[in-house]
């Protein structure tokens, strides 16, 4: 069985990739959804084990001198990091994953796993940005303002990432990134065997 592919998607908050993202794995079954660990509190309806492991600082940096993150990073004043041994699992087992997280986290992946793909969904712009936080009203102005500028820090890192899209209407955005997901899948490195394969009778 061939080993799955890592999938690395970065989008700043509030720009709809939670909604790409759910109707793509609801589309897509070889699709795992890797579920991140962080010292941030739950925002009202969150669940842990599904939208993350809410974890103490303690607990974090234990995880961490373990060795049990692939990567982790500080954002907005709260740890994020991805658990490692279920990645592993699921990319052995032939599933694709996906690893929902921010910029610096990302290059951490960039750099340790090579053949990882990263993707990032841009907002349509920074006022829509703001507007889509106000509207979700799970912050306060003064986190809102802290989001934007790292927002504005964030897309001007999705130059270092493979794919980048758009999201401007959902229908349009869920269709790029399986069309992304479809050409990752097409590269020579990845068919070599097909190529042997239809050699092998010439
Ligand atoms: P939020 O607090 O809005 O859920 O997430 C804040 C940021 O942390 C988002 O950009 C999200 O993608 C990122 N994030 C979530 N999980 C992880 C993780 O495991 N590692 C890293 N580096 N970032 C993460």
Redo the contacts with the bound molecule.
């Keep these: 069985m061939n080993r799955g592919k890592l999938y690395v998607v970065?989008?700043?908050?509030g720009c709809g990739k939670g909604s790409i993202l759910s109707e793509v794995l609801k589309n897509n079954k070889n699709l795992f959804y890797s579920v991140?660990?962080?010292t941030?509190s739950p925002r009202e309806g969150e669940v842990n084990g599904v939208n993350?492991y809410f974890v103490s600082l303690e607990e974090f940096k234990r995880e961490i001198e373990s060795e049990g993150m692939l990567?982790?990073?500080e954002?907005?004043g709260?740890f994020?990091?991805?658990p490692k041994k279920k990645v592993m699992e699921k990319l052995e087992q032939g599933f694709d994953v996906i690893?929902?997280?921010?910029t610096?986290?990302?290059m951490k992946i960039k750099k340790a796993m090579k053949d990882a793909i990263l993707i990032f969904i841009l907002p349509p712009s920074v006022s829509e940005l703001r507007r889509r936080l106000n509207k979700r009203g799970t912050e306060e102005e003064s986190v809102i303002d802290k989001r934007i500028n790292e927002a504005v820090d964030?897309i001007k890192k999705a130059v270092y990432y493979d794919y980048v899209m758009m999201n401007d209407e959902l229908e349009k955005a869920i269709k790029d990134f399986e069309a992304i997901l479809k050409v990752s899948k097409l590269t020579i490195e990845n068919n070599r065997n097909l190529i042997e394969e239809v050699l092998k009778n010439a």
């Design positions: 970065s989008a700043p908050s991140s660990a962080t941030r993350y990567e982790y990073a954002f907005c709260n994020y990091g991805t690893l929902e997280i921010e610096v986290g990302a964030e």
